[in-house]
C-alpha cells in the first residue's frame, strides 16, 4: 500500500470520475441531481442516524463534536501487517448471484428523529441497474447505488452523498463519497473516492477543515482487498442478509474506518423483532455492523430489515436518534416460476371415436371420388403404368428401383434419351478428328 499526503490552505480540489461523477469546488455532482440540500450539496447523511456506515466521518462526530484529531503521530500498530478478510467473508461474497442481487433493485426513504421524535432529516437510498465505463472506454452493467441524506445535529447542519458502482461480487469499481458539517466557525468537509485502475484501488481522500485543505492520495494492491466492502456494497450486503434472513458466521471483512485506513468489519444477528411502523407492526430481521478501527474505539450501527431488504430502521449506538421509515413499504416477493405441464401420451383409438371416425370415412370417400375422376380424365396414366408392370413382371429385375429409373427415364423431358444399346455409345478411346484439318489436306492433295 502506497499514499501520499498533501496540505494546502484555501486551495480547492477537482477530482474527475470514469463513471461520469465530478468532484468540484466542493461539490459533488452525481448523474441525478440531488432533490434540495444547501449550496448544491446532495446531502446523503447529515448526522450520526443518517450515515451509511459506522466508519463515516459524520459518525464519529456523534461521539465528539469537532474534537477531530489533529497531527497524528504514528502509533506502533500502523507497522503491524495490514488486515486481512477471513474464508467466511470472502465465501460470502463469492456466494452472490446475478438473479438474487436483481431482486434488491428498489429505493427507500427514511427519516431521521431525534430522542424526542422530532423529525431532523431525510435519507435515501438507491440501487438499481447502471452502466460503468473502464479507461479503455468499454461499458459495462453493473450496481449502481445513489444515497444521500440532509439533516441537523445539536442545530447544525451535516450532510452526506454517495455514488457508487460496484461488481456482481460488490467489489468497488468506482465510488465517490463527500460528508459535510456547517460548523459555525470552522466548518468541515470530507471526500473520498475509490477508483479501481488494473490491479489497484486508488483512494483520494480530501479533508478540508475551515481554510485548510489535506489530499491524501492512497493504493491497494487488489489482492490484498479481497473481502473489501465498500460503503456502496454495505447497503447492498445488508438487503442480501435481509433477503436470505441469515449473517455468515464468524465473517471477517474488511472496510475503511474515519481516516481511510484499512479496518476489519463484522456482522452480527441479534434476532426478529415486531416494531411498531405507522398503524403496523412489522417483523423485522436485526443486523449489527461493527468497525473495527485501529487507531478509535469500535463503532457499531444496527439495522432493522424488512424481509425483502428493506430498512424499516436504523440505529446509531451511542446516538440519541434514529432513521425510520414513516408507513410500510410494498414488500418484493421472487415470483414462484411453476414447472412446464408433463402430458403423458395416450394411444389414440380413433376407431372408437364416432367423431374421428365419421371424419376419416368422409374423408377417404372423397380421395376415392378424386383419384377416379383423375384417372377418367387422363386414361394414358393408367395404360402406363399397366405397361411398366407388365414389362417388369417379365423381366423380374432384382434392382426394382434402378428398373424403373431406366424405365421411365426417356420420358424426362430435360433429360436426351438413353440409346437402347448402351455399348455403342460408350465414348471413344481415340481423340476426335478435325473435320477443318482433314479437309485442308484433302484440297492439298488434289492440287
Known amino acids: 500500500m502506497s499514499s501520499k499526503v498533501q496540505s494546502k490552505g484555501g486551495k480547492r480540489a477537482e477530482v474527475w470520475g470514469v463513471g461520469g461523477a465530478l468532484e468540484r469546488g466542493g461539490d459533488l455532482l452525481p448523474h441525478n441531481p440531488p432533490r434540495g440540500g444547501p449550496e448544491g450539496f446532495c446531502s446523503w447523511d447529515a448526522c450520526p442516524t443518517l450515515s451509511f456506515s459506522p466508519g463515516s466521518t459524520i459518525s464519529a462526530f456523534s461521539f465528539s463534536i469537532g474534537s477531530k484529531a489533529k497531527g497524528h503521530q504514528p502509533s506502533a500498530q500502523e507497522s503491524l501487517a495490514p ?36 423529525p431532523q432529516g431525510e435519507l435515501t437510498i438507491e440501487v438499481q441497474m447502471g452502466k460503468h465505463k473502464d479507461k479503455f472506454g468499454v461499458m459495462s452493467r453493473c450496481l449502481f447505488v445513489h444515497a444521500f441524506s440532509r439533516g441537523f445535529m445539536d442545530n447544525i447542519l451535516c450532510g452526506n452523498s454517495l455514488l457508487g458502482y460496484l461488481s456482481w461480487k460488490l467489489e468497488p469499481m468506482e465510488q465517490h463519497n463527500q460528508e459535510f458539517i456547517k460548523f459555525p466557525i470552522l466548518p468541515m468537509e470530507r471526500k473520498m473516492s475509490l477508483l479501481k485502475h488494473d490491479d489497484q484501488l486508488a483512494m483520494t481522500r480530501i479533508v478540508k477543515e475551515g481554510e485548510e485543505v489535506k489530499t491524501e492520495v492512497t493504493s491497494f494492491p487488489w489482492h490484498s482487498i479481497a473481502g473489501f466492502v465498500s460503503e456502496a456494497a454495505n447497503l447492498v450486503l445488508l438487503r442480501v442478509m435481509a433477503s436470505r434472513q441469515t449473517v455468515p458466521s464468524n465473517a471477517r471483512f474488511l472496510a475503511l474506518d474515519t481516516e481511510g485506513k484499512l479496518c476489519y468489519s463484522t456482522y452480527q444477528a441479534l434476532g426478529s423483532q415486531t416494531i411498531q411502523v405507522g398503524h403496523q407492526q412489522v417483523e423485522v430481521f436485526i443486523v449489527e455492523q461493527t468497525v473495527h478501527s485501529e487507531k478509535g474505539i469500535p463503532m457499531s450501527c444496527q439495522f432493522y430489515l424488512l424481509s425483502d431488504g428493506h430498512l424499516a430502521k436504523r440505529i446509531q449506538v451511542g446516538s440519541p436518534g434514529c432513521c425510520m421509515v414513516t408507513k410500510v413499504p410494498i414488500l418484493r416477493e421472487e415470483d414462484d416460476i411453476e414447472p412446464r405441464p408433463v402430458f403423458e401420451k395416450k394411444p389414440l383409438l380413433w376407431e372408437e371415436d364416432m367423431e374421428l371416425y365419421s371424419r376419416f370415412t368422409d374423408r377417404k370417400e372423397e380421395l376415392r371420388l378424386s383419384h377416379s375422376s383423375y384417372l377418367r380424365l387422363h386414361p394414358e396414366a393408367q395404360a402406363l403404368i399397366s405397361d411398366f408392370l407388365l414389362f417388369l413382371l417379365l423381366r423380374q429385375p432384382a434392382d426394382v428401383v434402378t428398373f424403373a429409373a431406366e424405365y421411365f427415364g426417356p420420358f424426362a423431358k430435360r433429360h436426351p434419351p438413353t440409346p437402347a444399346l448402351r455399348s455403342s455409345n460408350r465414348p471413344s478411346p481415340f481423340r476426335a478428328l478435325d473435320l477443318e484439318c482433314i479437309d485442308g489436306e484433302e484440297d492439298q492433295a488434289g492440287s
Not at 456466494?95 to 433493485?105: I, V
Open 83 to 118: 488486515p486481512e478478510a477471513n474464508a467466511e467473508a470472502i465465501h460470502f461474497l463469492n456466494s452472490l448471484r446475478q438473479e438474487e442481487l436483481l431482486m434488491l433493485f428498489f429505493s427507500e426513504a427514511l427519516v431521521m428523529v431525534s430522542d424526542t421524535g422530532q
